[in-house]
Structures are given as C-alpha cells and as structure tokens.
C-alpha cells in the first residue's frame, strides 16, 4: 500500500459526459501528479500541483482540468469524453517541490471506461 | 514523447535466472528512476539512480547508469515468479522549465515457476 488513495477505481460513462477523478497523497507529500495510461500511448504525463500551485503540465488535453485543495487532495476533471479517453489514470504524489527529484509514490489507479 | 524506451520490451525467463532490461533516454537528465507495475495496478518505485551515479544496488537489483550513452539497465538476480511484471524505466529532465518525469512505455518480464 502506498499511502496514496484514488477514487472512483471504475468509472463507465458515455461519451460527451463529464467526471471527476479524486486523489488524497501519501501524509505528509505536497507534490500531485496525474498519468494516463492506455495500451497505445503509454504512461503518459498530465499535469503535477505542489501545494495548491501548478508547477508543470505535460500532454494534458484542453478539456482535462485539475487542481489541488488546501487539504491537499487533487481532483481530475475530464469533460467532454471521448472514446479514446478510455484509460488507466493514476494519481502520484512525492515529497519535493521540482517534480522529479525523488521517487514518486503511485495510487491503485481509476479506470475509466467511455462508451 | 517518450524520454526513456525499455529494451526488450518483452521477456520471458526461468525461476532463478538473472533479467537484464535496458533503458535508453533522449536528453540529459537529473536522474533515472525504475518502477514496477503488476498488472493492471499503480507503479511501485524500484529504485533511484542520479546523474552522478553510475552503479547502485538494492536487494537483488542492480542499477548502471551511462551517461555518455544516455543509458541505463536493471538487473535483477535470482528470479522469482513475484517478480513478473512490467517495469519501466523513467527519466527525470528538465523541459521547458519544469521538473518532470518521462515513463519509456514498459517491459513485460515473465518469470516462469
């Protein structure tokens, strides 16, 4: 168990749909970040917060949002879903500020299912 | 973009035998990092090596790391069928001003009882 919860762990809705995807860090850990993963793209990097700040963004789509709360849990808004927002979507979070400094500690994941 | 790319991206080995994965990177980095992924699960960090390592251990895995070569590998000793998962590989860089850590797209070793 890493410390780092997710919830839902499924998620099946029709496309156009809007969900949220939610995520409490391990106690202790500022840093946030959310992946995707899917069979053809792989993990790929969506965006990190540290402490309620934005600090990078990577291959997140304009209908994804995120942020992070004073209590520093992190929520994942996919709007407007599409088929191809199927995936695995895992929420990491670490102790450092930069992103990539230390290990990061994975959630069990949500998969989300668009039909 | 994919910073890191596992190499085989598949093996398959007997209990006992040694597995050897390669990781090859674009870019300079800060460190390399190794995850484990059981199916369909989150990752669970192996082990660190930064920039100015070249070699670290921990249990019965074994971490090189070249620079020169923008390259890594992961040896794990002695098998087990415990150890039959999908490990990636993940380059820590600075891009575009930013810290982020860049997952290769994995590779499946099957370790058979």
């Known amino acids: 168990d890493s410390g780092v919860t997710q919830t839902p762990k499924h998620l099946i809705t029709a496309t156009g749909q809007r969900v949220t995807l939610r995520c409490s860090p391990r106690s202790g850990d500022l840093s946030v970040y959310w992946y995707q993963q899917s069979l053809d793209q792989g993990l790929q990097f969506l965006i990190h917060?540290?402490?309620?700040?934005?600090?990078a963004k990577g291959n997140i789509l304009e209908r994804f949002s995120a942020q992070q709360f004073p209590d520093l849990h992190s929520e994942l808004n996919l709007s407007s879903l599409e088929l191809g927002d199927s995936a695995l979507y895992f929420c990491?979070?670490?102790?450092?500020?930069?992103?990539?400094?230390?290990?990061?500690?994975f959630g069990p994941g949500t998969r989300l299912t668009v039909t | 973009s994919q910073q890191g790319e596992e190499d085989p991206q598949a093996l398959s080995i007997q209990e006992g035998e040694n597995a050897t994965m390669n990781c090859s990177y674009k870019t300079s980095i800060n460190n390399l990092q190794w995850y484990r992924q059981n199916s369909g699960r989150g990752l669970v960090h192996l082990i660190l090596?930064?920039?100015?390592?070249r070699e670290k251990h921990s249990g019965r895995l074994r971490v090189t790391l070249d620079t020169s070569k923008k390259s890594s590998s992961l040896l794990i000793t002695a098998s087990r069928a415990a150890d039959t998962a999908s490990y990636f590989c993940?380059?820590?860089?600075?891009?575009?001003?930013?810290?982020?850590?860049?997952f290769g797209k994995g590779m499946k070793l099957t370790v058979n009882p």
């Open positions: 993940a380059a820590s860089s600075t891009q575009g001003g930013s810290e982020k850590l860049v």
């Open positions: 090596i930064r920039s100015n390592e």
């Open positions: 917060y540290y402490n309620g700040e934005e600090r």
């Open positions: 990491a979070s670490s102790v450092d500020a930069t992103g990539s400094t230390y290990e990061q500690y």
